[in-house]
């Protein structure tokens, strides 16, 4: 039996913060009961604002994020999302003989790198598993070193996937690179123990591997701020992948390759009582890649959900399922539907494969924004899109103004992401060509900043 830890370090940083310092932050950071004291958090918001208290310090998320971001404040109402591919490699690691255990500092607001490494040291694990993505691979390699002095390293994670041999050469401290999907390479890791990289055999039956770990201190915090149903929010998978090729869109090209995993209705009935009944959860959050797919099968789980009684949210897409299952879900306990829309412009959708400009998907938004109106309703919308204007961009707000939709209004909400070309994704090897200036400084792959893409096209 070995001993794995899955770890997923602090993301803070600061303008001047680099691995050369030490990640060294000049400005105020909370501590975590500061993070989770509502008094406290409080306090601290009113000297930021009236006296720039931790001005310039970023915080952001790592594992479980489809879209890397960091924000200016820390994390504590909402934000982190559930590791899934931590959690289904512990319960699989588990399943096979091995103490697997998780440690998310992002999750508990554990702001502070040299605690977080003292708590990994503690539990004196065999491997440290680590995941990786783009704008965080300065903070992560950083780490993942200081880790390999007490413990056997791999890296695994989204950027591997195209970047590995780059990574390899900047890491030869780490003894294992899991690329992609590293469910089951990191069994065959754990088992054969032979160093280096091991390629993505991506799970392509979800429901025969077992259901995700939830037993660490912080899989209750984990909440979509986006859909604020009641906690604990339990975050869960209806199916793996998506079937769509959109150009940018980074878990369906780097992680899955292609490959789509719906569950079955029951056994996602069984996840959820299992985890409500052992750990009190009392809402349900459907982080898949899209939701609604194949009409009966979601019509069937609406009726397990229906019986189950717990209000749910999910991510979808606008053309994937007729009214009348749209009516179904809401009847059934669906109190929320995120969509990807990014743009309305619709050859700016087809330039970006998005697939969804064939249909009147606008329509559809306009009909359950008018039809139900106690549902919450949140849209993805994206700047900087290939071949989006500005004009584009300001249509796109007029039509949301329009539909009453309001980045502040809980009920009509939508966010404003920037594209961003992760490496892997079609979109970083079409952009590469078609823009010059363009480079791989990885930290201006931040979804919530001008991304490397803005900076590109400026220097048009």
């Keep these: 039996m070995l001993k794995v830890l899955l770890a997923n370090p602090p993301v803070v940083r600061s303008a001047n913060s680099t691995p050369a310092n030490d990640f060294k932050i000049d400005h105020f950071v909370p501590n ?48 982190p999302p559930y590791p899934f591919f931590m959690g289904y490699t512990a319960g699989l690691l ?12 992002v999750a508990e607001a554990q702001y502070n790198y040299e605690e977080f490494l003292a708590d990994i040291k503690a539990y004196a694990p065999d491997i440290v598993i680590l995941e990786c993505t783009t704008p965080t691979l300065d903070i992560d390699l950083w780490f993942a070193e200081k880790v390999s002095k007490f413990s056997e390293v791999a890296l695994a994670g989204s950027h591997l996937t195209s970047k590995c041999d780059e990574v390899v050469r900047q890491s030869p401290w780490a003894s294992y690179f899991l690329k992609g999907e590293y469910i089951l390479s990191a069994l065959d890791m754990v088992t054969s123990r032979r160093k280096g990289i091991y390629e993505s055999n991506v799970v392509k039956k979800i429901d025969d591997i077992p259901f995700p770990v939830r037993d660490y201190p912080s899989a209750s915090r984990y909440y979509d701020p986006t859909m604020p149903t009641a906690r604990p929010q339990l975050q869960i998978y209806g199916s793996k992948g998506c079937p769509f090729k959109c150009a940018f869109c980074l878990w369906p090209q780097t992680m899955y390759a292609g490959h789509v995993s719906l569950r079955s209705p ?141 980045e502040f209004d809980m009920r009509r909400s939508y966010q404003l992401s920037r594209c961003v070309p992760f490496p892997g994704t079609r979109l970083y090897d079409e952009i590469r060509e078609q823009l010059s200036g363009v480079d791989d400084d990885f930290r201006k792959y931040d979804g919530s900043q001008a991304t490397v893409l803005t900076n590109a096209r400026e220097s048009q």
């Design 266 to 406: 029951q056994k996602i009935a069984e996840e959820i009582r299992q985890n409500v009944e052992e750990y009190g959860y009392k809402s349900i959050f459907f982080d898949d890649d899209t939701f609604n797919l194949g009409t009966e099968r979601i019509s069937e789980l609406c009726d397990e959900l229906h019986t189950i009684g717990l209000p749910w949210s999910m991510m979808g897409r606008l053309d994937c399922s007729p009214n009348w299952l749209f009516d179904k879900m809401i009847d059934s306990g669906c109190v929320g539907m995120r969509f990807g829309v990014e743009t309305f412009n619709k050859e700016v959708l087809a330039r970006v494969h998005k697939g969804i400009e064939r249909t009147d998907f606008q329509q559809t938004l306009e009909h359950l924004a008018a039809s139900y109106h106690d549902i919450m309703i949140h849209v993805t919308m994206m700047r900087d899109l290939p071949g989006q204007t500005e004009e584009m961009h300001q249509q796109d707000m007029s039509i949301l103004k329009a539909l009453h939709f309001s």
């Design 32 to 79: 975590k009961w500061m993070a989770h004291s509502l008094l406290a958090r409080r306090a601290i918001d009113f000297l930021k604002v009236r006296f720039g208290l931790g001005k310039g310090v970023r915080y952001g998320v790592r594992a479980g994020s489809r879209w890397p971001w960091t924000i200016d404040s820390f994390l504590t109402e909402g934000g």
């Design 94 to 105: 588990r399943a096979h003989g091995h103490d697997a255990q998780i440690r998310d500092a």
